[in-house]
Structure formats: structure tokens, C-alpha cells
């Protein structure tokens, strides 16, 4: 078109180009990131059908299968399937702003996650999907992805399948070069990599019954758990705050995970596998799902405001942090759900407290530095507890409230066992005097006025304890 053509129809054309607005979607999502969103839509799906989740398994019976070849990928779920109300909503490229509000419990802010992840992986695309009253397939293709005037997406209504469970197939075809890689020569460290992650971030959440597998091999969560002494007087327990700000429901505790090792033990090849830096650090938790695990980092206040940086001294210090949020929009996370926002008002404060949490087990670790036989008997009736267990034992513990602060809650402080206080039969005396005094001093005690200061301070009191005596 014309200049000419343009200034007489009036308005310049900002249609975006497909394919730019594509490639920019998917270019900074790492592809672990982009699948571990496909899998917060399944949980969002076990949200929406159990609105009543409660108890110790609210997610037990509901799993999520991923497999994946160098040609193509597929996540499959019984966890509900994308409701009629949602169907339009759930593909378009953005939340707009007269969209359904979602299940309370989501992590979902932008609306972008699973286009992101078809879009990242390859350029034909299946979703199947199936609820309680109706069943779909919505169909992305080559040609769609080059077309910028058509940005409509085949839908199709299919019969309900009598028998088949409630749930959601994306099978994701014409992979790009570089995933099919990934998911072909590279597939056993890339599945390595992918097993670790969902095993770490989705951790909580298999404990409450979710069950995934990568390519028909089960993954096995692995939660962060504190040592509890539930008996009566001083032990090894966590620190505790608690608190609701914002809307947002906070639960953050930090404690030992082992008992306090030697530096010998540590650095034992042999204890190798017990002892790991790993297993020490944060876990932030939002709605249920990790989006920071094990941290050891000044974003977790590790090397800040007092808080001595992780050492393996320290390997045997550990805390969780929970947020939950009916309003996802409320909770400090990231974009892409993976990370905190370090910026975040809510999030600095809460930072203070797990600074506060966290000196108290650095503090016990340094005083027993050295003797950490000694403490070996003070872990004896500790048990450890995963974090709904904690919460559970911690019932019956005394909280204070926290009245002296921002955002007022309840607290719990442990009254750690600290070894006694060495009291020196000596003791060290330092003053400053003239030149021209000392050198009097010197003179009339030592005969000597250029004695160094050491001697002549020991004969000075030498002189006043003779008086003394």
C-alpha cells in the first residue's frame, strides 16, 4: 500500500505480524519452564474441580502424563478439563479483562502459558479436551502460525466419550529443530533435568497425591522437612511466623533438617551422600507450588543484613516460606512463576522474618562450633516433619504476638540449647595516658623510659595490688 493509499484511509495498520509476536512470546521461556506451565494447568484443573480440596491428599487420584519423542510432545490429565465457560478464554493471548475469574488457588496472572509452550516447542498443535458437560479440539497449524490476517483457531465440538476421565490432551507435532534435539540425542539429560525439576517445585504437591510421570517412569517428590521435638522444655524446633497481609496468607518456618555435622563429617567422601549443600536453603511456595527451591542466596537473605553467606557449616539449616492467595495477581512470584519478585513490598517484608529465623540457627551453629558432639543428644527426640506436619505438631506450641512490627502476626521462637558461657579466671585491662605521664611511670617502675606498654601496665598493677594487698 501506498503512502498515499495510507493518509487517505486514515489510520496506520497495527495488526502485529504473527510470527514476530510468536517468536518474541517464546524467546526468554527456557523450555523446562515452558512444560512445568503446561503442568501448573493441569493443577489449575484440579483447582477448578475440587474447589472443596482439603485434608492431607486434596489432589490424590488426579495425575498429569508427559511424553515426548524427538517428533512430538504430549501432557495428558484426568484433571477436570478446560470448562465451556473457559473454552474461548483459555487460547486467546492475553486475559482480557472481561474474562471468567478462575478458580481461586491458580497461579495463572497473564493468561499466556500454554500458547507460550505450544508456541515454543513446534508449529502444529492437538488440544483435546473434555469436561463434565461438553468435550472440544482446537487445532493450531503451519499455516495458521504464517497467516497474520487469520488469528481465529479452529474449535470443534466432539461427543463426550462415556468412560474417559475429565481431562485435557496437548499433542504438540512438527517440533523445532532444536527441541526435537532435545527431546531425541539429548533426551536422557534432558529428561534427567526435567525429572529433578517437577521432583523439587511440584514436591509439595505429590506428597498430597498428584501423581506425574516423564515417558511412564513414576517421579517421586522430594519436600523439605524440619526437625520437630514435640516433647516438653527446651529442644530442637523451628522458627515460626505466621500472618495474613494483603489478602495473602503467609506460613514461614526455617529449622535444622539434621542434626548439626562436624566439619569432619562434611568433609568425610564416604558421608558424601548424607551431607549436601543442596538440601540446605529456602523453598518459597506459592498456591502449592515451588517457584524457589532450597536458596542459598541473598535473595533469601543469606549474606544480608547480618545473616552470615551459606557456608557448609550451615549445610544443616533449611526454611519454607508459603504464600497462598485466592488472587494470584497478590502472590510475589514472577512471570513465568518460577522465581520471586525480589521487588515485591510483600516479599521484602517477609524477608526480615526469615533473616530473623535464620540467625537464630546460624547464631546455635557458631556457639557450638567445634562441639557439635556435644549437641548430638539434643537432636536425639527430633523428628523429621514435612511441612503439613509441621503445622499439625506446631499446634501445640505457645505464639507470641508479633505487635512491634509492619505487619502485625504470630510467632514462635525456639529456646535453642546454648553451650555455657566459658568464664575466664583472667582478665585484660586497656587505657590510654599521655606520653609525658608514661613516660614517668616507666621511668619510676621499670627505670626504663621507653619500656614497652605491656610491661609497664603489668608492673603499674603489680604496684596497686602490693597497695591493695
Known sequence: MSVEQVIERGYVDLTPVKSFFVNMLTRDIPLFDAILDLLDNCVDGIIRSRLDHVGDHPYKDFYAHIEFNEGSFTISDNCGGIPSNLIEYAFRLGRPAERVEDSPGSVGVYGIGMKRAIF??????????????????????????????????????KDRVAGKPNGTVVYISELYDNIGAQFGADKEAFTEELERLISTHYAFIIAKGF???????????????????????QGIRPFIFEATIEEVEIYLIVGFTIPIPSTAEIEDEQEESRYKSTDAGWTVICNDRAVVYRDRSELTGWGDAGVPAYHTQFIAIAGIVEFRSTDPKKLPTTTTKRGIDSSSRLYLQIKNKMREGMQLFTTYTNRWKGNTEATKVQFRDAKPMTLDELKTASKALTFAETKNTRYPGLQYKPNLPMPEKVVSDERKI???????????????????????????????FKHALRSAR
Not at 523439605?224 to 516433647?231: E, Q
Open 430 to 460: 586497656t587505657y590510654k595516658v599521655s606520653n609525658s605521664e608514661y613516660t614517668k611511670v616507666a621511668k619510676f617502675l621499670l627505670d626504663d623510659e621507653d619500656a614497652k606498654t605491656a610491661d609497664v601496665g603489668l608492673a603499674s
Open 120 to 157: 515454543k516447542m513446534g508449529r502444529e498443535c492437538l488440544i483435546s479436551t473434555q469436561n463434565p458437560d461438553k468435550a472440544f479440539e482446537v487445532s493450531i497449524s503451519p499455516e495458521w502460525i504464517g497467516e497474520n490476517a487469520n488469528w481465529h483457531i479452529p474449535l470443534a465440538e
Open 211 to 233: 501423581e506425574v510421570t516423564i515417558n511412564g517412569v513414576l517421579i517421586v517428590g522430594q519436600p523439605t522437612r524440619l526437625l520437630f521435638d514435640d516433647g516438653v522444655g
